[in-house]
């Protein structure tokens, strides 16, 4: 699985740092998120499918690779 983030849409919700902490942190200057892992282990599927849907600004996107 490749995550796929778009800064630009990104509010800094961090709603993705709570689900998926692992895969996804924040800046400290701004909030903006920042992806750590862009290929994480299949067994955090269901973290990243719920970081996409909890996403405010639906900047989280997922291929099946």
């Known amino acids: 699985m490749k995550v796929h983030i778009d800064e630009h849409r990104c509010v800094a919700g961090g ?5 998926a902490p692992d895969v996804f942190d924040q800046r400290e200057e701004d ?9 994480p282990a299949s067994d955090k599927a ?4 719920e970081a996409v849907v909890v996403c405010p600004a639906a900047a989280i996107r ?3 690779a």
Do not use: H, Y
Request: glycine share 10%; aromatic share 0%.
């Open 15 to 19: 709603q993705c740092v709570l689900v």
């Open 46 to 49: 269901g973290e990243l499918q």
């Open 31 to 39: 909030g903006i998120v920042v992806l750590l892992d862009d290929s």
């Open 62 to 64: 997922l291929d099946q």
